[in-house]
């Protein structure tokens, strides 16, 4: 193990090992988890990459700052099934030119992002540092930040892609090495492709980048006409645009190996020229339902929503921390099986630590090592949990008083995203610290200052830096999280 690693190691799909993970810059740990596509509520199953990496985002913080990482989440709102999710809800509005199409994707994609940001926050996640919306990132921006017109042009200009009817396509062939991620190799996808359908391509793995829209359907005006892009280039311009051509960490579920990610690193290395486009991938296992992955195309789903605030799943609402322990009982790379005794078991554990918890009036400064070590080794939370049901039993045998268990154990669950009602905060003291951290960036001490940021992090407070719109002066907000 390298010391640059800081004892973290994450299993790497790419390798298919567990790989030291040395940072790019420890200053900016970068890391991209693929998004929802906002036309549906998300149901549980697609909490679990937002649960986990949340996990892994509160662990990076930890072992680099607070202020040294950047995650980026992006939100998909085109996709041809929002499209159809507009007709479907706003059908009559639209034929009788009450609404627009474009007007009524507006307001599916912005309900559902609404809810989705209800949903996690509720599931105990932290927000990511950016969440990008694919559809600011289609044409070339005034920030110059990347987009997914000029990436195409350039994978054109390269010899990776070509127009074909009506569509702009990457030429799979033009890439030596495709396939690495999912080791599937260019003849094995030739089977079972329609050929018919595909006539057009010069290979059947050969992926949309950019087709051509109805009039009636969305679109940007491009260089291969009026059209919308395809689903893999979004994420190739959206994280090249926060992260840079290289980065440290890419996730999202097993099902996102192929294709999506696959094209979605053909893209980024062949525009950019890179040997990689993420030093590690990760990728969580299913949520499952009677051994079937739970998806909306089966029908064996049930929204975050609905297990939160209706009595749909075992005759009960369930309180998101609930939801949050059962996803994390498991390790994330197995399949989980979703049940009602699941659930169960995971609130007996979680009342049994909180009541042990509660026996400590302040929460610990350090986190116990033991918690840091197993979730350093590829997030083995179930490792953890042992020691916070160790601590657990040390608290409740201590009682009252100076009780190091329970304040370590309530230090361990806040961390982890748990309310243990930690953060009493003194307002006051807040206020001060705000006050004297833009004296400190006044004077241009950042690391002072990004220390003060830090340690609120720590009791839970954070900061956010904006500016007065009327008088343009830096100003500081704070919101408590857990
Ligand atoms: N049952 C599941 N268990 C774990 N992760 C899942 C599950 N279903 C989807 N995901 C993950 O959720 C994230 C969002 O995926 P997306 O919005 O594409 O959902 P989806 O795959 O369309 O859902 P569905 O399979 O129900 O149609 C992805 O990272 C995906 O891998
Ligand atoms: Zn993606």
């Not at 975050?304 to 009595?311: A, K, Q, R, V, Y």
């Not at 004296?439 to 900061?463: H, S, Y």
Request: with cysteine; net charge negative.
């Amino acid at each position: 193990m390298s010391d640059a690693s800081k004892g973290l190691s994450l299993y790497n799909t790419l390798t298919r090992a567990k790989d030291d993970f040395v940072p790019i810059d420890p200053l900016n740990v970068r890391m991209y988890v693929c998004g929802p596509t906002v036309y549906d509520f998300a149901h549980i199953g697609n909490a679990r990459p937002v649960i986990v990496f949340d996990v892994l985002f509160r662990l990076l913080r930890h072992l680099y700052g607070g202020s040294h990482v950047t995650y980026v989440r992006n939100i998909t709102d085109v996709d041809d099934k929002i499209n159809a999710r507009a007709l479907r809800d706003f059908g009559d509005e639209i034929s009788s030119g009450k609404l627009s199409l474009n007007e009524a994707i507006r307001r599916v994609t912005e309900k559902t992002a609404d809810q989705y940001h209800k949903d996690v926050a509720t599931l105990g996640c932290l927000e990511p540092t950016v969440e990008p919306r694919a559809t600011e990132f289609v044409e070339p921006r005034a920030d110059g930040k990347a987009d997914m017109i000029t990436l195409i042009e350039r994978l054109i200009e390269r010899g990776h892609a070509y127009v074909a009817a009506g569509e702009v396509l990457f030429d799979t062939a033009s890439m030596p090495d495709y396939g690495q991620l999912s080791k599937r190799n260019l003849d094995e996808q030739q089977a079972g492709v329609r050929i018919a359908v595909d006539a057009h391509k010069k290979n059947p793995g050969d992926f949309v980048l950019w087709k051509l829209s109805s009039p009636e359907e969305p679109g940007w005006d491009s260089p291969w006409g009026r059209g919308r892009p395809g689903w893999h280039i979004e994420c190739s311009a959206m994280s090249a645009a926060y992260l840079g051509e290289v980065f440290d960490i890419h996730g999202g579920g097993l099902d996102l190996i192929f294709p999506h990610h696959e094209n979605e690193i053909a893209q980024s290395r062949c525009a950019h020229g890179t040997d990689v486009m993420a030093n590690i991938w990760m990728h969580n296992g299913f949520l499952q339902v009677e051994g079937q992955k739970m998806s909306k195309s089966l029908g064996n789903f049930y929204s975050i929503h609905e297990l939160l605030e209706t009595e749909t799943f075992g005759g009960r609402k369930w309180p998101g921390e609930v939801l949050r322990l059962a996803m994390l009982m498991t390790h994330y790379r197995e399949p989980i099986d979703f049940s009602v005794r699941k659930l169960e078991e995971a609130e007996n554990t979680l009342r049994k630590w909180k009541r042990a918890a509660d026996l400590a009036p302040e929460v610990a400064p350090q986190l116990p090592a033991e918690v840091v070590e197993a979730l350093s080794d590829d997030l083995a939370t179930y490792a953890a949990f042992q020691r916070l049901t160790q601590l657990a039993g040390e608290a409740l045998d201590a009682g009252g008083g100076d009780n190091a268990a329970a304040a370590s154990l309530k230090a361990a669950l806040a961390f982890l995203g748990f309310d243990v009602g930690a953060a009493k905060v003194d307002e006051a003291a807040i206020a001060r610290a705000i006050a004297r951290r833009l004296e400190l960036i006044a004077a241009k001490n950042w690391a002072e200052a990004d220390r003060i940021r830090d340690e609120l992090l720590a009791q839970g407070v954070q900061l956010k830096d904006g500016k007065d719109p009327v008088t343009g002066e830096r100003i500081t907000t704070w919101e408590v999280r857990r």
